[in-house]
C-alpha cells in the first residue's frame, strides 16, 4: 500500500492531504507549526472557508489514514510520495524568494529512501525543479538522480476555498525530470484523484479527472 507525506498544511497543502488519505492511501501530514498540526490532530481546520473540509479531515483523523506530525524526518522515512505544498514567495518586484522551499528541502532530503517520489506542488519559475531541487535532495539524501531519486512538479490548479472542487473541474498537470519520475507521478495522482467525481470536460476520464504529463518547471 502506498504511503504519502504531503509537506506544508496550508490551505492548499491540508485539503489535498486529506484528498489523498480519502482515496486510502495512507498519508502524514507535515508542518512546521505545532499548534496547527494539534488543532489538525482534533479534527479541526486550522482555517475556515473550504467546504466540505472539516467533516473529511474529521474522518481521515479519526480513521487514521491521515497523521498531523511536525517530525518531517519519520514521515518520509515512512513514505513511498513526499508532496511539497510550500508557498514561494515574491517580493514587490517580482523576485522569488526561495527560504521556505530550500529549508522544507533541507529537512526531507535526507530522510529520502531509493525510489521515493518527490513531487514539488507549487508553481515555480521555469526550470526551478530541475536546476535548483534535483541537485539539493541529491546533495542531502545521497541519491541519484535517474536511478534512484524520482523527482517531479505539478503546479498548482486549485485555489484557497475551492480546493476539493478545483481538483475535479481542472486536470492535473504533471512533469517528471525523467520518464521514470513522470511515470510514477501520473499513476500516484491517477489513484488519488480518480476517484473524484465531477463534471465532463475534454482530457478528463471518465470519473471526472484527468492527468497529463508535462515538462517539469
Known sequence: MTTATVVGLGKIGLPLAVQI???????????????????IAAGQPPFPGEPGL????????????????????????????????????????????????????????????????????????VGTTRSRFVPALAQASGLAPGADLLVAHSPERVSSGTVFRDLRRYPKLVGGVDAASAARAVAFYREVLESMSGPSCPGRTASGTSVAPRRPS
Do not use: H, M, N
Open 54 to 125: 472539516e467533516g473529511r479531515l474529521g474522518a481521515a483523523v479519526g480513521s487514521g489514514t491521515l497523521t498531523p506530525t511536525t517530525d518531517v524526518a519519520q514521515a518520509v522515512s515512512e513514505s513511498d510520495v513526499v508532496i511539497v505544498v510550500v508557498p514561494l514567495v515574491v517580493d514587490a518586484k517580482a523576485r522569488p524568494a526561495f527560504g521556505a522551499l530550500d529549508r522544507a528541502t533541507a529537512a526531507l532530503a535526507p530522510s529520502l529512501r531509493p525510489g521515493t517520489l518527490v513531487v514539488y506542488e507549487t508553481t515555480l519559475p
Open 21 to 39: 488519505a480519502g482515496a486510502g492511501v495512507r498519508t502524514w501530514g507535515v508542518d512546521i507549526s505545532a499548534g496547527v498540526v494539534a488543532q
